[in-house]
Each structure stands twice: as structure tokens, then as C-alpha cells.
């Protein structure tokens, strides 16, 4: 399956779980779980929460993580700055890269929105082992999937 497939896949299937469910701890968990899962060459998958002006780590999968992220440190705290979508190739040549975990070598970073207007919500991070493992297709659905975790209404 293509990785356009996998997103859309993951899409419906996230649709259909968080169908009526709004508790967020419970909708940030299970989507990393489901990405981490379905997407390949993936080491970690991470939401941070935007709260009292820095990024604080939210449900992830993968190795332990920074905690804190200030304002435009790192490729979260960039996206945290510009709220747009980042790709790194590789992360060894990202100036103030953070390096949570020494496995990885690229990255996306995609900010969220909480639903209905423009406030922020925080970041989804996904970590890859391999370089330049990350285009596109995946800002496109990333961008798409990361704002079902406030849940699906009936209408
Ligand atoms: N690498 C990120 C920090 C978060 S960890 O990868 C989970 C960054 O530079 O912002």
C-alpha cells in the first residue's frame, strides 16, 4: 500500500473511532498510536500542547521525550512561531534542532488549530530513522488528520 493509501485509511478509520468522542487525552492517544502503527519508518509521533507560552509534550509514541520546547527552538518551536507546516530532510543540518532521540534523521512537523477559529493548539511531530522520508503527501494529510482529534460531531 501506498502512503497515500495508508492516510487515507488512517482517516476513515480515525473518523469512525473518534465518532463522538471528544476527550482529548483520549483522542491525542490513540491517533500517535495509529500513526505510529501504520505509518512506516516512523520512531516517534508526539503532540505538543501550546500552554503558557511554550510547547509542552503531549500523548507520543516512541523513546522519552523534551518535556518543554520554547517559542522557535527546535523544528516544533519554529512551527510554533510560523504555524505552517515543516519538512525536514535532515535534522543534522536544522540549525537548534532538538534531538529527543538519537535515532532520528528527518522530520514533519504540523501545526493544530483548535477547531473553529485560528487559536493554536500545539504540534504533531513524527520522527523518522531514515533521511528525507518525509514529502507532501504527508503535510497534505497530516494537515488533514491531526484536527479529527477534537473529535467528530454527528453534524
Ligand atoms: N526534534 C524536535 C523535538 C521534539 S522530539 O523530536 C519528539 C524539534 O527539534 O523540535
Redesign the pocket.
Known amino acids: 500500500m501506498g502512503k497515500k493509501e495508508i492516510y487515507v485509511d488512517l482517516i476513515k478509520y480515525i473518523q469512525a473511532l473518534f465518532y463522538h468522542e471528544f476527550d482529548l487525552v483520549a483522542n491525542m492517544s490513540n491517533m500517535v498510536s495509529l500513526i505510529y502503527e501504520k505509518v512506516p519508518n516512523l520512531n516517534?509521533t508526539?503532540f505538543y500542547r501550546w500552554k503558557n507560552d511554550e510547547l509542552i509534550l503531549g500523548p507520543f509514541q516512541g523513546r522519552v521525550?523534551?518535556m518543554h520546547?520554547p517559542l522557535k527552538k527546535?523544528?516544533?518551536?519554529k512551527v510554533a512561531f510560523t504555524k505552517k507546516t515543516e519538512i525536514v530532510a535532515d535534522?543534522h543540518k536544522f540549525s537548534g534542532?532538538?534531538?529527543?532521540?538519537s535515532r532520528?534523521n528527518s522530520?514533519i512537523?504540523v501545526p493544530v488549530f483548535w477547531p473553529g477559529h485560528h487559536r493554536f493548539f500545539g504540534v504533531l511531530?513524527l520522527?523518522s530513522p531514515l533521511f528525507n522520508n518525509f514529502d507532501s503527501t504527508d503535510a497534505v494529510y497530516l494537515e488533514q488528520l491531526a484536527p479529527l482529534v477534537f473529535g467528530i460531531s454527528k453534524n
Open positions: 516517534g508526539t521525550a523534551c520546547i527546535g523544528v516544533c518551536g535534522v534542532h532538538i534531538a529527543c532521540d532520528s522530520e512537523v511531530d520522527d
